[in-house]
């Protein structure tokens, strides 16, 4: 496009310079010189350096994988720039990949070192840009090995084991999981120098990405397999918040929730199994997308609007804990899916988040699934957003993280 005067022309050579000039600032930061305090809990509340802390976040969980191969590494770097240009200050993302393709853990105690040095990347990329973490030990799924690859590890040694939900009861399999656990927390960052149980870029642990059990839906079985866990994280990091990393669905600790859950028992207790004293913090996820993917939208946002309060007044009144939404999003792959629908969904949900934070409840943020960075497809589950890409959603998560952080210092004034 031509400039129609001089003036026109300079306005906007010095506007690309400051846009240069704000990339570059990025780039050229020494994460080391980052003082990023421990995230803490006073109270039912998230704290950081003694002050409320409410957060607009994402998930990116493919970050360790990728980063095992320096060539790719600027992929992670794009979407933390990104995703701090944003705003957003707490990534989600996988401290696991077992016996599949490019694994971390290649068997019980045998790592790539390789792949290691990939999560260590991402640890010092999050605090160059003052970004939080939440790292997930396992998957509940068979994608990236989870709950079925430890099974068929013990199976592989000769253990009897009945089925995957063994990996709660079954000694060995536990054993395996302990050391992995193990393994993470006191892995010293080869870039940063800093063990992993010492570093503050990390938020929390995760004990698993959506447990669930099929042979008990009471929850008292993955309650049992929680208490454990929890109890052995404790023992050997005290300085970071643990969660566990649940949908939210409720079992029997209080019957009459069941008529929040969409239809159907996953074996967890959202009750019973956040109220482990060990466990610092609740979340759920929403999908109600995929879990009434037979009803409308109007349906499926009223749906979410009573997931949300009713999480949110229980966590509050009854767990008395701080609450994380770790995982929603709009599927590109929807009925009648458009880029504005998404921006609206997005909006909807953020709206109600802020509104239950502004109201005193103990909602602390959010976590949208889930952000990639260009030319990433074969990542793609159909709720990527590539931020640079996407200047409307970009705005729509940019103006919830300003009235996030803007809501803390309030909430810090009052107090």
Not at 38 to 65: A, C, D, E, Q, R
């Amino acid at each position: 496009m031509a400039c129609f005067s001089k003036i026109t022309c300079v306005l906007a050579l010095l506007l690309s310079l400051a846009l240069v000039s704000k990339a570059r600032v990025f780039d050229s930061v020494d994460y080391s010189r980052n003082k990023q305090g421990f995230v803490s809990i006073k109270g039912s509340h998230f704290t950081l350096k003694g002050s409320p802390f409410l957060f607009n976040g994402f998930n990116s969980y493919w970050m360790m994988t990728v980063a095992a191969d320096p060539n790719m590494r600027h992929q992670v770097t794009e979407v933390f720039r990104d995703a701090s240009a944003a705003g957003m200050s707490v990534c989600r993302t996988w401290a696991f990949a077992d016996g599949s393709s490019n694994a971390l853990q290649l068997s019980p105690g045998t790592y790539d070192e390789r792949v290691f040095q990939g999560l260590d990347f991402v640890i010092s990329e999050a605090k160059r840009f003052n970004i939080y973490l939440i790292l997930s030990f396992v998957n509940n799924y068979k994608d990236y090995g989870g709950r079925p690859q430890y099974a068929q590890w013990a199976r592989n040694a000769g253990v009897q084991v009945n089925n995957d939900d063994d990996f709660y009861t079954h000694p060995v399999v536990k054993g395996y999981y302990r050391n992995h656990v193990q393994r993470v927390i006191s892995r010293i960052n080869t870039i940063t120098k800093v063990a992993y149980k010492d570093d503050s870029t990390i938020m929390a642990w995760e004990l698993m990405n959506e447990p669930r059990c099929d042979v008990d839906y009471s929850g008292r079985t993955v309650n049992g397999w929680v208490q454990e866990m929890a109890s052995f994280v404790k023992s050997i990091d005290r300085k970071h918040l643990l969660t566990i990393g649940m949908e939210g669905f409720y079992g029997d600790a209080m019957p009459e929730k069941k008529q929040f859950n969409p239809g159907y028992q996953v074996g967890t207790d959202f009750i019973s199994n956040h109220l482990i004293r060990e466990i610092d913090f609740a979340t759920i996820h929403a999908y109600p997308d995929i879990w009434l993917a037979n009803q409308n939208e109007d349906a499926q946002m009223a749906f979410m609007g009573k997931w949300m309060q009713s999480h949110t007044a229980d966590a509050q009144a009854i767990l008395k804990k701080p609450l994380v939404i770790a995982e929603f999003g709009k599927s590109n792959k929807d009925p009648g899916f458009s880029l504005n629908s998404r921006d609206l969904y997005m909006n909807a949900v953020y709206t109600n988040i802020y509104k239950f934070a502004r109201n005193g409840g103990t909602l602390g943020g959010s976590l949208v699934w889930q952000v990639l960075a260009q030319g990433m497809q074969q990542y793609g589950d159909g709720y990527e957003i590539v931020l640079s890409e996407n200047p409307t959603t970009d705005n729509v998560i940019s103006r919830q993280s300003h009235a996030m952080t803007t809501l803390s210092h309030l909430v810090s004034t009052n107090n």
